[in-house]
């Protein structure tokens, strides 16, 4: 037969030690038996969230006015027609110029829609707004959790 060279039966004694090392053909992860047998793993099963909870948002808004009392009679408007109602208004004078402040409470639904008239009403000078979420099963107010708050300073132009 043909004579091997050292070097030739290195690299044939490597190969075979190689092939002696190796496993059997890789297997798949679901090839494995899970625990349990075939049955399918657990399925998580979470609760559906209360369907009576929602977000009530208090804002506090500063506008600056031509006519604070005027203001105030538009500010009512807006919220009547949006469902809503004036809570509390005063207006004062200081230094000459008349102030004023009135709260709104409005639905929960119509807050954004409140909110973008006060600025057909005088330009905003400052603004917060704030939520909390409340279950519509509970509170002292009888119904009134379902309307959110806003706050209107208004001071002269």
Do not use: K
């Not at 090392?21 to 049955?39: E, F, M, V, W």
């Not at 230094?95 to 639905?107: I, L, M, Q, R, S």
């Not at 519509?136 to 706050?151: K, N």
């Amino acid at each position: 037969m043909f004579p091997l060279r050292p070097h030739h039966s290195f690299i044939l004694l490597a190969a075979l030690a190689l092939a002696a090392c190796g496993g059997a053909a890789p297997r798949l992860i679901g090839a494995y038996p899970q625990a349990g047998g075939n049955s399918p793993p657990p399925i998580t099963v979470y609760p559906p969230a209360p369907a009576n909870l929602y977000i009530a948002y208090n804002a506090s808004v500063e506008l600056e006015v031509q006519d604070a009392r005027y203001a105030v009679y538009r500010i009512r408007n807006e919220a009547e027609n949006l469902g809503g109602y004036l809570l509390t208004s005063r207006t004062w004078m200081q230094g000459g110029d008349e102030y004023a402040e009135a709260t709104v409470a409005v639905p929960v639904s119509s807050f954004e829609t409140m909110r973008a008239r006060l600025r057909w009403i005088g330009d905003v000078r400052s603004e917060s707004v704030s939520g909390e979420l409340r279950d519509a099963g509970t509170g002292a107010y009888g119904g009134a959790e379902s309307y959110s708050h806003i706050t209107v300073s208004l001071r002269p132009a």
